[in-house]
């Protein structure tokens, strides 16, 4: 996956709008430009490190910074590690670091969670995607960060698959009129995933040859026989109430797709320190 240079930037721009503002009061008063500093970013735990290309472009907007990369997004970190080492004007290091810190951190921390699942469910048919549970304007990074810990991306954004959601079958008054009208009007590019909670809905689903069929907050005893029902017939979505502790189970009843939104939503984040030189 890559992502252009400009929406990096512009994430960044906002970034430091935001933590700037104006001046920064503390460093501008303390500091000439002439100033020189060296700094380095060091691992304070183990995981899979994310977003450093991006994180260093900070210092390339706010000032003139040398940097040596010592890793690359995806590499596995261990506590002590020292990931990148920076030379350059001290004010321009102290005025990107906390927007570098908070791109790592973040995105770190996505895809080490993303990697803990994917090894968790290794062996198995199952492959783990994320969600739409993004933060507002940041969701090309967070899912570009579940792509660098292993996992994969479901839809982008509602243009990408036609999928009923309970809503829009309540608001329908069913699935089958509904997938049908939508057979109509889509593009033959275009596929259909259909919500389901029950058995019931399950067999309207198949008879409709939708092509994936999303068993919302299913037990494992039902997800395990919804696979025995569809005989491969579309590919099956696990979704609810899935952990880190139970998701090999659920993998090993037979699902083809386990999604959860808290790759992106309630991931911690990596602890990175950036530290100066005395």
Known sequence: MVLSQQYIDDIICTALTEDI???????DNLFFATHLSNAYLIAKDRGVLCGIAMA???FDIVGSVRIKKL????DNLK??????TMEGETKSLLKGERTVLNILQHLSGIAT?????????????????????TLPG??????????VGGGRNHRFNLSDCAMLKDNHIAAYNGITGAVKELRKRLPHTAKIE??????????????????????????????T????????????????NVTLDNIRQVAQTGIDIISLGALTHSVKAFDISMRFEK
Request: aromatic fraction near 6%.
């Open 56 to 58: 260093l472009r900070v």
């Open 71 to 74: 890793f690359k997004d995806s």
């Open 21 to 27: 503002n104006y001046t920064d009061i503390t460093t």
């Open 225 to 240: 026989n919804a696979g025995e029902i569809t005989a491969k017939r579309a590919l099956l979505e696990a979704s609810g």
């Open 194 to 223: 259909v919500e389901v909670t029950d058995f019931e809905q399950l067999r309207e689903a198949i008879d409709n040859n939708v092509e994936i069929i999303m068993l919302d907050n299913m037990s494992l005893e039902d997800m």
């Open 79 to 84: 506590k002590g590690d020292i990931i990148a």
């Open 113 to 133: 969670y993303t990697n803990k699942c994917v090894k968790a469910v290794e062996g198995t048919n199952a492959v783990i995607t994320d969600t739409r549970k």
């Open 138 to 147: 940041l969701r090309a990074l967070q899912k570009y960060a579940v792509t």
